[in-house]
């Protein structure tokens, strides 16, 4: 769905359903780092996918979060607000 509002219309409080702030560019481009997880100490809070930015975390079937490495940035702002230190930020390997 394409929206066609400036950006000092949007409502205070609106919620991004797609991910991306461009969800038609692939903005995980732009990353020199990637998140990595450790979910033997994730306690399924949910906190990184309130927080990103991006909008590109979801929920696995088991109940996990994981990100959708097409849109990450790699602001490393799940790893930040992490309350188990689940997330870890690392280089990224470019092919
Ligand atoms: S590093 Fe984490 S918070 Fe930042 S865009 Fe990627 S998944 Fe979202
Ligand atoms: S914030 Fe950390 S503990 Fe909470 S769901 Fe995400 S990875 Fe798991």
Known sequence: MKIDIKWHEVEIG??????GSASEYKTGDW???VPVRDNEKCIKCGIC???CPE???YRTEDGYFDANLYYCKGCGICAYECPRGVIRMIEEKKE
């Open 49 to 51: 996918y309130i927080f």
């Open 31 to 33: 990353r020199s780092e």
């Open 14 to 19: 609106a919620i991004v359903k797609e991910p």
């Open 55 to 57: 909008g590109c975390i």
